[in-house]
């Protein structure tokens, strides 16, 4: 299995322990990630589409001359490549003005054909959750994980989770209990983690991450996992100033999704970068280092 990887910003600059966690999981599973150079950023929502479509078609059809499918591993990523491809793909005319104005210069073309595939979906869909199974050798036996999609990975519902795709609903939890972790279930998990109004509302982001974070813990959740560096930045980074916010202590660690895997896999936290995060991952070794004495 070999995939046109995207790796995005976040991954080696806000969150870089996702990248390598990614890398070394996707070697153990005999993905081959080939990673994509000279690429822009994907916008993640903020840009406005006459700025981001352009650059996103330009990754598209660098993607498209390799003849694979891209894989990311950002749920923001994943968005905002997956609409702007539908835009491509759906309107012939504006792809082919997008081409001579902005990509012809380059010899590049984009013709639609590049399917976009976030980790999550690749571990369910092509690889296989029951493979993945087969594949743990420290089960995650006493640790109970709140799932958080956010906004990003299942909305728009018509694009992200189309017919024949429903089980994108909750291929979250199913990871969760495949690698052996206890699935806690919160009403905020598909909502936004309050990180695209962090500059223009503070207040309302605290009280956001703070909700998730909270209403988890309140439900005894040891942790919470995200297929969204964007929404671990939220999360995790401004997880402190979310507890003096709400008055109330939090202290709950946030997964990226390929350490959860991996950890489940035989690595290690310092491995999985478990030691770069802003808050406290000591619960979770102490756990899973219990399970395994």
């Given at each position: 299995?070999?995939?046109?990887?995207?790796p995005?910003c976040v991954?080696?600059?806000?969150?870089?322990?996702?990248?390598?966690a990614?890398?070394?999981?996707?070697?153990k599973l005999n993905?081959?990630?080939?990673?994509?150079?000279?690429?822009?950023?994907?916008?993640?929502?903020?840009l406005?589409?006459?700025?981001s479509?352009?650059?996103?078609?330009?990754?598209?059809?660098?993607?498209e001359?390799?003849?694979?499918?891209m894989m990311t591993?950002c749920?923001?990523?994943?968005g905002?490549?997956?609409?702007a491809?539908?835009?491509l793909?759906?309107d012939?005319?504006?792809?082919?003005?997008?081409?001579?104005?902005?990509?012809a210069?380059?010899?590049?073309?984009?013709?639609?054909?590049?399917?976009?595939k976030?980790?999550l979906?690749?571990?369910?869909?092509?690889?296989?959750l029951d493979n993945?199974?087969?594949?743990?050798?420290h089960?995650?036996?006493g640790?109970?994980?709140?799932?958080?999609?956010?906004?990003?990975?299942?909305r728009?519902?018509?694009l992200?989770?189309?017919?024949?795709?429903?089980?994108?609903?909750?291929?979250l939890?199913?990871?969760?209990?495949t690698?052996?972790?206890?699935v806690?279930?919160?009403?905020?998990k598909?909502?936004?983690?309050?990180f695209?109004?962090l500059s223009s509302?503070?207040?309302n982001?605290?009280?956001?991450?703070?909700?998730?974070?909270?209403e988890?813990k309140?439900?005894?959740?040891?942790?919470?996992?995200?297929?969204c560096?964007?929404?671990?930045?939220?999360?995790d980074g401004k997880?402190?100033d979310?507890?003096?916010?709400?008055?109330?202590d939090i202290?709950?660690p946030?997964?990226?999704?390929?350490?959860?895997v991996?950890?489940?896999?035989?690595?290690s936290?310092?491995?999985?970068?478990l030691?770069?995060?802003?808050?406290?991952?000591?619960?979770i070794?102490?756990?899973?280092?219990?399970?395994?004495?």
């Amino acid at each position: 299995m070999a995939y046109a990887f995207f790796p995005g910003c976040v991954s080696k600059g806000g969150c870089p322990e996702l990248y390598p966690a990614a890398k070394i999981v996707a070697d153990k599973l005999n993905i081959e990630l080939v990673e994509l150079r000279d690429v822009g950023c994907s916008g993640a929502g903020v840009l406005s589409q006459e700025v981001s479509d352009p650059v996103n078609a330009r990754t598209l059809a660098k993607v498209e001359k390799m003849g694979m499918t891209m894989m990311t591993i950002c749920s923001t990523c994943q968005g905002t490549f997956t609409q702007a491809n539908h835009r491509l793909q759906s309107d012939p005319e504006y792809r082919d003005r997008i081409n001579q104005e902005y990509l012809a210069s380059e010899g590049l073309r984009y013709d639609g054909t590049v399917d976009i595939k976030h980790f999550l979906w690749i571990l369910d869909e092509e690889y296989g959750l029951d493979n993945l199974k087969d594949l743990v050798v420290h089960p995650l036996e006493g640790l109970k994980v709140a799932p958080f999609y956010g906004c990003y990975l299942r909305r728009p519902p018509e694009l992200m989770v189309p017919k024949g795709f429903e089980g994108r609903k909750t291929v979250l939890e199913k990871t969760i209990e495949t690698l052996g972790g206890e699935v806690v279930n919160t009403s905020g998990k598909g909502k936004c983690c309050g990180f695209p109004i962090l500059s223009s509302s503070e207040d309302n982001s605290l009280a956001m991450c703070g909700d998730h974070t909270l209403e988890a813990k309140d439900k005894g959740a040891n942790c919470m996992v995200t297929p969204c560096p964007l929404c671990h930045l939220e999360l995790d980074g401004k997880q402190e100033d979310a507890a003096r916010h709400k008055k109330q202590d939090i202290d709950l660690p946030i997964l990226h999704l390929p350490q959860m895997v991996g950890l489940a896999l035989g690595f290690s936290p310092r491995d999985m970068g478990l030691h770069k995060h802003l808050v406290s991952t000591e619960e979770i070794v102490n756990i899973l280092e219990g399970v395994r004495a």
